[in-house]
Nanobody, 122 residues
Framework: VQLQASGGGLVQAGGSLRLSCAAT????????IGWFRQAPGKEREFVAA????????DYADSVKGRFTISRDNAKNTVYLQMNSLKPEDTAVYYC????????????????WGQGTQVTVSS
């Protein structure tokens, strides 16, 4: 399955953005989907993940209470609603798929999308 991330942009601190991760085929609904981010000079880090049916989610501590991951399998799309954005959220955001069991381990994810830039100004 190929994934395409979109929805990034420039926003002021405290603002909101919604990212989308769209898949090219129907097998999308079988997989855990995760969001990761990579800031310049830093390792790619886990942000959020959602199980194949949306029943289970997990978040990095740094985004808990501010970000919400959801999915619409009928539209082959996963969303990341980002509220109360901070300058430290600035990064390229990527989506990727894992198996049908929820995981947050980067090595378990593949089929990485091309990423979308999120910039939060102070």
């Amino acid at each position: 399955v190929q994934l395409q991330a979109s929805g990034g942009g420039l926003v002021q601190a405290g603002g909101s953005l919604r990212l989308s991760c769209a898949a090219t085929d129907r097998t999308f609904s079988r997989y855990t989907i995760g969001w990761f981010r990579q800031a310049p000079g830093k390792e790619r880090e886990f942000v959020a993940a959602i199980s194949w049916n949306g029943g289970v989610t997990d978040y990095a501590d740094s985004v808990k209470g501010r970000f919400t991951i959801s999915r619409d399998n009928a539209k082959n799309t996963v969303y990341l609603q980002m509220n109360s954005l901070k300058p430290e959220d600035t990064a390229v955001y990527y989506c990727a798929r894992a198996g049908n069991i929820l995981t947050t381990m980067r090595v378990a994810f593949g089929s990485w999308g091309q990423g979308t830039q999120v910039t939060v100004s102070s």
